[in-house]
Each structure stands twice: as structure tokens, then as C-alpha cells.
């Protein structure tokens, strides 16, 4: 997950929706078809977190007249042009990914029964110290 202003770059929130912004745009341009939820005048995609090693993201969509807490995920495999769009929000689709019980077919899950296995560590011990 993200953090703004993050020692780490990976981690800044706010460098990372500038730079996704740039990527899709560019991406959108060379003729990748944007996502369903996208395609509404004044649509984008506000990343929120991403798949170590994969280039997956999760972003909220956010479009005009919907306030945060309606926001919902779209997530993006990354490294070709797949996205799924979850009618929940941020917290739901957490839990739901965190107990295995996201309809996804490529964030964890699926088909996984029971609870998923997790471990959290520390942007430190993942990522080393700060590179700014």
C-alpha cells in the first residue's frame, strides 16, 4: 500500500498517481483500450497499491459527483492490458482479498479456501533504507 510522501519512492502516493497517469496516457494513445469505468468524460484511476514483482495495481476509480467512499478498485495486471472492475471499495476488496474470497481472476484468492496466509513487514525491512 501506498503512503504520500513515502521515503520511498515506490511508496509516494502522490509521485506514483503522476507517473501511472503519464504510463496509461501514454499506453491509452498508442491504442490499449481503456477499462469500461474510464471511458466517462472526467474518469481516472488513483493508484492505492501494487503487486511486488508483478507491476500489478490496484487504483480507486473515481469519477465526477462520487464522493471517496464510493469510489471503487479496478485492478490492472501490470504488464498487459487486463483489468477487472470490483464494485466494492478499498476496505471490502482488502478483506475480501485478505481471506481469499475475491472474485478475481488475477489478485490472490479465486478459488482459495479458507483464509489466506499473510505476513506484513515493514517499507524498511522490504525496500532497505530510503534512496531520496
Request: glycine fraction near 16%; include cysteine; charge should be negative.
Amino acid at each position: 500500500m501506498g503512503d504520500p510522501g513515502s521515503a520511498y519512492d515506490d511508496c509516494d502516493l502522490h509521485g506514483q498517481a503522476a507517473e501511472r497517469a503519464e504510463i496509461l496516457a501514454d499506453l491509452w494513445e498508442a491504442g490499449e483500450e481503456r477499462p469500461d469505468g474510464l471511458t466517462g468524460a472526467g474518469a481516472r484511476v488513483l493508484p492505492w497499491a501494487f503487486e511486488e514483482g508483478s507491476g500489478a495495481f490496484l487504483y480507486w476509480l473515481v469519477r465526477p459527483g462520487r464522493r471517496p467512499e464510493e469510489w471503487t478498485v479496478l485492478y490492472n495486471e501490470g504488464r498487459g492490458p487486463l483489468w477487472e472492475h470490483h464494485t466494492i471499495g478499498c476496505v471490502a476488496f482488502l478483506r475480501a482479498a485478505l481471506t481469499g474470497t475475491v472474485e478475481s481472476e488475477y489478485f490472490g484468492g479465486g478459488d482459495a479456501a479458507g483464509p489466506v496466509g499473510h505476513r506484513f513487514d515493514a517499507a524498511g525491512h522490504v525496500l532497505g533504507q530510503p534512496q531520496r
